[in-house]
């Protein structure tokens, strides 16, 4: 059971040109969400996180944007540059109950942006 | 660096070995998840500790496996009698309970083959 799916496994993008990750989930339970970038042979490293109580949060480049009635979240990365190049993984966590603060991913999307 | 360690950073062992992973979170941490990762996939939630307790454990964890944090400090994950479909990436994740977010912050990763 795939609670979160992301289902575009790649992208490719023009560098300076906008990048849009998407990500679907189907536990209405969940209600914090982040976005984690992975580099071949290293870690997930965080990027950007937002709560069901908003619909959007912004950093730098990042933009999340969060449509709780389709249970949808996607990430914008604007301008894209070579150095984003790399696995782009949405998460989902639950409010509470043993389970609070428990991610879990999506499949990834791999994320090249050509110079 | 205060980050997240992992050690080791490879392991290879014959099919019927026992292994052993150590984690080192972040020191202020007070929560540490482990989760494994293979090919193609996002990271699937294992087990975690608050502290020194183990507060869940995710049915993927069959009982040969286990998990230990003496002291609330390290952690350590043992395989015993492993099988190929063992191999994979093994991810620590530490995080702070009490912070808004859900952030966690992960090591490297063991990569574990089994032949």
């Known amino acids: 059971d795939q609670q979160v799916k992301q289902n575009s496994p790649s992208l490719s993008v023009q560098e300076g040109r906008i990048s849009i990750l998407n990500c679907d989930y189907t536990n209405s339970m969940f209600d914090y969400f982040l976005w984690y970038k992975k580099y071949p042979a290293e870690g997930p490293t965080f990027l950007i996180s937002i709560s069901s109580i908003k619909d959007k949060n912004e950093d730098g480049r990042f933009t999340v944007f969060l449509n709780k009635s389709a249970k949808h979240l996607s990430l914008h990365i604007v301008p894209s540059q070579p150095g984003d190049s790399a696995v782009y993984f949405c998460?989902?966590?639950?409010?509470?109950?043993?389970?609070?603060?428990?991610?879990?991913f999506g499949q990834g999307t791999i994320l090249t942006v050509h110079p | 660096d205060t980050g997240v360690s992992q050690n080791p950073r490879h392991k290879i062992t014959k099919r019927g070995q026992n292994v052993t992973f150590r984690c080192d979170p972040i020191s202020e941490h007070n929560r540490l998840y482990w989760y494994r990762q293979t090919l193609g996939q996002g990271p699937e939630f294992l087990t975690y500790f608050q502290n020194e307790a183990q507060l869940e454990k995710s049915r993927l964890l069959s009982d040969r496996f286990s998990a230990e944090r003496p002291k609330g400090s390290f952690s350590t994950l043992e395989i015993q009698r492993t099988e190929q479909g063992d191999s994979a990436m093994y991810l620590c994740?530490?995080?702070?309970?009490?912070?808004?977010?859900?952030?966690?912050?992960f090591g490297p990763g063991t990569r574990l083959t089994v032949t």
């Open positions: 998460a989902a966590s639950l409010a509470g109950g043993t389970s609070y603060g428990k991610l879990t």
């Open positions: 994740a530490s995080s702070y309970l009490g912070l808004a977010g859900y952030e966690q912050y």
